[in-house]
């Protein structure tokens, strides 16, 4: 898959559809992705949530069509999908630091908002594939998380919490973290060990099976890059370039090296077909 093509379809899409109702459903089936792939792809390519970019381009549609003296401000904020002329005031001063009727007014100059999205992945990582023979994890989860959101601090909490414990599996074997497919954009996320399928769960931990699968294998190196910065890079280079395509409805797996540090070189797993 062309990604780089796919996110240009989106964003063309989205811009068509600013004074209409927009959701992750929608915009998703627009290019034929499932949402909650779509939603992580385009939040790696575009550094924040769909829906954050979504008011963002409305906000800046609107202050255009405020330059309009025949356009009354809560007409402007119905037609961007604002419910009210309130809720479009505290949106628009928050963006950009006045209301909109003193833009109106002074015609202050705005920060340009560009109608795209881009990725700029850099150079090409070694990839390598590997045949996975399945897994059995137990482990500490996350439920409905957002891709795109800050969800870091939680998750280091949840190594922190689950690397003392990790001695209570007597067959546990290295530290992955498994990210899990949810409804929409959410995953639940896993800090676990792989251990043998009939070691028994501890109290508040949880068992999560993942069948044989082909996965891509990528680098990230937490001490010089984001993992919005690899997943873009992941998306717009390396995946392609295997030929491969992701497997939708896999979970992905964060292979980490021991022993287990704050900063560190992680592999970053993904199921393809």
């Not at 992750?24 to 992705?33: E, N, P, Q, S």
């Not at 599996?169 to 896993?190: D, H, K, N, W």
Request: proline share 8%.
């Amino acid at each position: 898959m062309d990604y780089e093509e796919t996110m240009r379809h989106a964003v063309r899409f989205i811009e068509e559809s600013l004074t209409e109702p927009l959701d992750l459903t929608r915009v998703a089936a627009a290019v034929h992705l499932s949402p909650y792939h779509f939603h992580r792809v385009f939040s790696a390519w575009a550094g924040e949530p769909l829906m954050t970019y979504v008011r963002r381009r409305r906000l800046a549609l609107a202050a255009s069509r405020l330059m309009d003296p025949g356009a009354s401000i809560s007409d402007v904020a119905l037609d961007v999908q604002f419910s009210s002329q309130a809720t479009f005031t505290r949106a628009f001063q928050q963006a950009y630091g006045v209301t909109p009727g003193r833009y109106r007014r002074v015609r202050a100059p705005l920060p340009v908002n560009p109608p795209f999205v881009t990725c700029n992945p850099g150079g090409m990582a070694v990839t390598r594939m590997v045949e996975g023979s399945g897994f059995t994890f137990i482990g500490l989860q996350l439920r409905d998380l957002v891709s795109g959101e800050p969800n870091s601090p939680r998750i280091q909490a949840l190594w922190r919490e689950f690397l003392p414990r990790k001695g209570e599996l007597g067959s546990a074997r290295g530290a992955y973290g498994v990210c899990i497919p949810g409804q929409g954009e959410t995953f639940t996320y896993m800090a676990a060990a792989s251990v043998d399928p009939g070691e028994a769960v501890p109290p508040g931990m949880v068992r999560y099976t993942v069948e044989p699968a082909t996965y891509a294998v990528f680098p990230h190196d937490e001490g010089t890059s984001t993992y919005d910065e690899t997943f873009c890079r992941i998306w717009a280079t390396d995946l392609p370039a295997t030929g491969r395509e992701y497997k939708e409805g896999a979970p992905d797996l964060e292979v980490y090296s021991e022993p287990f540090q704050e900063v560190m070189q992680v592999e970053i797993w993904i199921p393809v077909v």
